[in-house]
Every structure is written in structure tokens, then in C-alpha cells.
């Protein structure tokens, strides 16, 4: 069992930048793939990025590619988002998710139904 808790949403105007935070308790993070996904209002989650167990490889959506950057550190238990160059758009609540699996497929990872664990999401709000 892993539990997951965000942090470092908040308010912030177009062109910002944010860094949110997943800290893990359970289980070591080692061992997990670590997804970022968000959900705006009246709108499905969407997949955000994921670093992999290895954390060798990250995939990224179109959508945030070249903004945003997930990295890990597995000794303290955490995976981070920076999210640069923030816009109205990328209003949303951002959920940290963890995932047993050790494919290497961004296919795979961009699906919630890929992720075993998940936290209850750091509110982001972007002005224009």
C-alpha cells in the first residue's frame, strides 16, 4: 500500500511558474512508475506526465511537453512537477499517482487505469 499526498498547488497568473509536490509513505517509491495527471472542471483526468520506476524515462503530454518537468527523488520519497510558462489552460487539479507496473510504454502510462495509487489532488489555478 502506498499513500500519496500533494502539495504546492495555489493561485498564479498566465506565464508563472509552480512546483507541485507527492510525497509517498508505505512503501518505497523505488519501485513504483510516478504519473502526474490533472482534472479541470466538467472535463475527464488527463495525463500529465510520468517518470518511470527507472527513472531513466518520462513521458509527457503534448499538451505541457517542453513546460512542465516531473523528476523523482526515491530517497526522500517524492516526485515533483515544474510547471513553467503556465496558462489559463493548465487549470486544473493535479493528482500524483503511482504505478506497480515496469512497462516501458508511454501508451500504457497515459491511462489512469494504469496507476494502483493515487492522492487526493493540490488545486492549480492559473489567471489570465
Known amino acids: 500500500q502506498v499513500q500519496l499526498v500533494e502539495s504546492g498547488g495555489g493561485l498564479v497568473q498566465a506565464g508563472d511558474s509552480l512546483r507541485l509536490s507527492c510525497t509517498g509513505s508505505?512503501?518505497?517509491?523505488?519501485?513504483?512508475?510516478m504519473g502526474w495527471f490533472r482534472q479541470a472542471p466538467g472535463k475527464e483526468r488527463e495525463f500529465v506526465a510520468t517518470s518511470h520506476w527507472s527513472g531513466s524515462t518520462t513521458y509527457y503530454a503534448d499538451s505541457v511537453k517542453g513546460r512542465f518537468t516531473i523528476s523523482r527523488d526515491n530517497a526522500k520519497n517524492t516526485v515533483a512537477l515544474q510547471m513553467n510558462s503556465l496558462k489559463p489552460e493548465d487549470t486544473a487539479v493535479y493528482y500524483c499517482a503511482a504505478s506497480r507496473s515496469r512497462i516501458l510504454s508511454s501508451t500504457f502510462y497515459s491511462h489512469a487505469r494504469g496507476y494502483d495509487y493515487w492522492g487526493q489532488g493540490t488545486q492549480v489555478s492559473v489567471s489570465s
Open positions: 508505505g512503501r518505497a517509491f523505488s519501485g513504483y512508475a
